[in-house]
């Protein structure tokens, strides 16, 4: 089993910042692929970043590039996301996720893990 702890969201003004953190801890080792996810109210869970296990392959939806970066620690089995030039429009919980599959893994069902989500606010 994993357990995902995301940390860091918050409210902030539109073109502001924020780094979001996810720590895994239980069977680490077993993770491949992580990803971020986020859910506005009355909206599906939409995928915003995907991360290879070494970190070196990306993906990133359209409507976050060149806004949103993230990055792997695997000796501390965290994950980030940092987020500037911030919209109204990302406004959302945000959810870490972590798969056992390898690769670039976008699709939500394949994520075995989730955290319980860290709400993002921004005001305009």
């Known amino acids: 089993q994993v357990q995902l702890v995301e940390s860091g969201g918050g409210l902030v003004q539109a073109g502001g910042s924020l780094t979001l953190s996810c720590a895994a801890s239980g069977s680490t080792f077993s993770i491949n692929a992580m990803g971020w996810f986020r859910q506005a109210p009355g909206k599906e869970r939409e995928s915003v970043v995907a991360i290879s296990r070494s970190g070196g392959t990306t993906y990133y939806a359209d409507s976050v590039k060149g806004r949103f970066t993230s990055s792997r620690d695997n000796v501390k089995n965290t994950v980030y996301l940092q987020m500037s030039s911030l919209k109204p429009e990302d406004t959302a919980v945000y959810y870490c996720?972590?798969?056992?599959?390898?690769?670039?893994?976008?699709?939500?069902?394949?994520?075995?893990?989730w955290g319980q989500g860290t709400q993002v606010t921004v005001s305009s």
């Open positions: 996720a972590a798969s056992l599959a390898g690769g670039l893994v976008v699709s939500a069902r394949r994520y075995d893990y």
